[in-house]
């Protein structure tokens, strides 16, 4: 009988961005802490999601050598650079490590954010900071993973924060899943140019993730404090949000209405840019 397997979080920090027009400078504007995963067996590991800056994948390459476990594979959970375009430090490190996606949509939007219009608006963001040629994910043979006879279980379940197909990685003997942007923890969530039919079918993903049952929830972005990963905090924060945001849009005639309360009602989730981009976004001018 094969060993238990074990699970590392890897949290990167905010890291300023430009905030552009409307943003009060006296705060600096950040992009949304992120998370990478280890899931360890006994010699062999598996990385989901790489990060976002050269510098954050250099930290995570030293920090999965640490451990000295053998990087296998890095599972890319959607096509956001914020979770591959870190990969290249990790995948030098590490050069037998494949670098995959288990939907060929996934792979597709991750290629499409590689493409020079997506590099130039990355870059606005990251001014000499990312790869310039980043590696994208090949498409998975399988959306079950060997790990030394544990089963990893890599599932496509639909749309969250503007990536149109996004999958989860789920550990069933853990009742852990690695929910990449489909579930927040303690940040605002993304929900620039969302509109009441994209925050619907948010929460359908999160009715498919609720069903899988978890007791541990890794969201793909979430504050360094943080209390836990609880399921059903995470889960239950998550939906709230979007209704409160749902609520709070549908009474409000400018964005400072919307940012106002839902501050007063998210006092401590970090990163108040995502909240100033998403309320900024629902009223066009
Ligand atoms: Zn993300």
């Known amino acids: 009988m094969a060993h238990a397997l074990s699970i590392d979080v890897f949290t990167s920090g905010y890291k300023p961005v430009p905030g552009g027009p409307g943003w009060d400078d006296s705060a600096p504007a950040t992009w949304p802490a992120s998370t990478a995963t280890l899931i360890s067996g006994d010699r062999d590991a598996v990385l989901v999601d790489a990060l976002l800056t050269t510098d954050e994948g250099r930290r995570l390459a030293a920090w999965v050598q640490n451990t000295g476990k053998r990087l296998r594979t890095i599972v890319v959970t959607h096509g956001h650079a914020d979770h591959f375009f870190g990969a290249g430090p990790v995948l030098n490190a590490f050069p037998d490590t494949e670098l995959v996606a288990a939907d060929q949509r996934v792979v597709d939007e991750a290629r499409g954010q590689t493409t020079p219009a997506a590099m130039t608006l990355w870059n606005s963001w990251f001014a000499g900071q990312l790869a310039q040629h980043p590696a994208t994910p090949e498409l998975a043979g399988s959306p079950d993973h060997d790990l030394e006879g544990h089963t990893l279980r890599i599932r496509t379940v639909g749309t969250a924060d503007g990536a149109t197909y996004a999958t989860i990685v789920h550990v069933p003997e853990l009742r852990t899943v690695c929910s990449g942007d489909i579930v927040y923890n303690d940040i605002h969530m993304w929900l620039w140019k969302s509109t009441p039919d994209t925050r619907q079918a948010w929460r359908a993903s999160l ?48 964005p400072p209405e919307v940012i106002d309360e839902m501050l007063a009602r998210y006092p401590n989730h970090g990163n108040r840019y995502t909240l100033f981009l998403a309320a900024s976004s629902q009223f066009p001018a």
């Not at 905090?233 to 709070?248: G, P, S």
């Open 207 to 254: 009715d498919a993730v609720a069903a899988l049952a978890p007791a541990t929830i890794i969201a793909g972005h979430r504050d360094p404090d943080a209390p836990d990963d609880d399921a059903t905090r995470v889960l239950d924060q998550t939906r709230r949000y979007l209704e409160d945001f749902e609520q709070v849009v549908a009474k409000s005639n400018e």
